[in-house]
């Protein structure tokens, strides 16, 4: 049997069950089988590894990873996939589908159910774009006993991800990314390769996971609470947006003021010029005075 991904087998599949594609759910299916094992090939699967894979649409991408890995777990949203993912991965026993919205679905505990303590498991996907952030976010602030993340996503998130201090694309993003994993973008991939074509080019990037964040703070919560409310308004100064949208810290701004200058923070620069080190001393530092009041 052919692969799933070629044109002519998805096209086949998608007309014998009557798919309509939803828009809303974000469904671009991928039709090219050297892009899907490129992507495969980067999230390095032993045969003993597991895989999770979010959104396997018709299961291109799931009958990739089931050719590598000893289990793969993929969570799907929309119902009418789950027969036409019964029929195109009978093949593989050891592929299991959940009917869920992953950003509601309990991981770790499907994980614990689904993978042996102590596999190796990466999370490989197509994301479904306009959950990207979300499920990111998901991924990585419940500390899944995971390697890594494997995944597509439009190019402009991307480039997000990967930005540095000073650049426009420069947020909570970067900074959740970098604190938690290492980042690379290892490949751009054209909307050619996608039925419907999508308006935008995709990248897929991956992110290992740090042994230990990046950084280290006295308190994780707050520090990604300084992180957010230095980035809510960018034309902001620095001060501005903390006195404005940081909980539990003086409002008294010269008392703000003090306590940036004995970090060797000028009060007047802006969030998105700070690098994460900073952040890092920023949140200690007011963390210690809002313990202290
Ligand atoms: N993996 C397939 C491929 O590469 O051809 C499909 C990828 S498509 C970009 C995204 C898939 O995610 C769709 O199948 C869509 O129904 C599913 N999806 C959308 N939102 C979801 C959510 N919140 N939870 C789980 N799956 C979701």
């Known amino acids: 049997m052919k692969d799933i991904a070629t044109?002519?087998?998805?096209?086949?599949?998608?007309?014998?069950?009557?798919?309509?594609?939803?828009?809303?759910?974000g469904q671009n299916f991928l039709i090219?089988?050297?892009?899907?094992?490129r992507i495969v090939d980067f999230a390095e699967l032993g045969s003993d590894s597991g895989a999770i894979e979010i959104g396997p649409g018709i299961g291109a991408l799931t009958e990739q990873l089931a050719k590598r890995a000893s289990k793969?777990?993929?969570?799907?949203?929309?119902?009418?996939?789950?027969?036409?993912?019964?029929?195109?991965?009978?093949?593989?026993?050891?592929?299991?589908?959940?009917?869920?919205?992953?950003?509601?679905?309990?991981?770790?505990?499907?994980?614990?159910?689904?993978?042996?303590?102590?596999?190796d498991v990466m999370v490989v996907a197509n994301l479904p774009y306009y959950v990207t952030t979300p499920i990111l976010f998901k991924l990585l602030e419940e500390d899944?006993?995971?390697?890594?993340?494997?995944?597509?996503?439009?190019?402009?998130?991307?480039?997000?991800?990967?930005?540095?201090?000073?650049?426009?694309?420069?947020?909570?993003?970067?900074?959740?990314?970098?604190?938690?994993?290492e980042a690379e973008t290892v490949?751009?991939?054209?909307?050619?390769?996608?039925?419907?074509?999508?308006?935008?080019?995709?990248?897929?990037?991956?992110?290992?996971?740090?042994?230990?964040?990046?950084?280290?703070?006295?308190?994780?919560?707050?520090f990604f609470a300084v992180v957010r409310a230095s980035f809510a308004q960018r034309r902001?100064?620095?001060?501005?947006?903390l006195s404005n949208n940081l909980a539990g810290i003086p409002k008294d701004k010269a008392m703000l003021e003090k306590i940036l200058?004995?970090?060797?923070?000028?009060?007047?620069?802006?969030g998105e010029t700070l690098t994460i080190e900073e952040f890092a001393r920023l949140s200690d530092a007011l963390y210690a005075q809002k313990t202290a009041v």
């Open 7 to 25: 044109p002519n087998r998805t096209k086949m599949i998608l007309e014998k069950h009557g798919f309509s594609f939803k828009k809303s759910l």
């Open 32 to 37: 090219d089988t050297n892009v899907l094992n």
């Open 72 to 119: 793969v777990v993929a969570f799907e949203i929309d119902q009418r996939l789950l027969p036409i993912l019964g029929e195109t991965l009978a093949p593989y026993e050891h592929v299991k589908i959940i009917h869920s919205d992953v950003l509601k679905a309990n991981v770790k505990q499907v994980m614990n159910e689904e993978f042996a303590e102590g596999q």
């Open 144 to 181: 899944l006993p995971i390697r890594g993340v494997v995944v597509m996503m439009q190019k402009e998130v991307a480039d997000r991800i990967a930005a540095g201090p000073g650049t426009k694309d420069y947020g909570s993003l970067s900074i959740a990314i970098q604190y938690y994993t």
């Open 187 to 222: 490949m751009t991939v054209p909307r050619t390769v996608f039925v419907p074509q999508p308006n935008v080019d995709s990248a897929v990037i991956r992110l290992m996971k740090r042994p230990k964040p990046l950084v280290e703070v006295k308190d994780e919560e707050f």
């Open 236 to 241: 902001k100064t620095l001060m501005n947006n």
């Open 261 to 270: 200058l004995e970090i060797g923070i000028d009060p007047k620069r802006r």
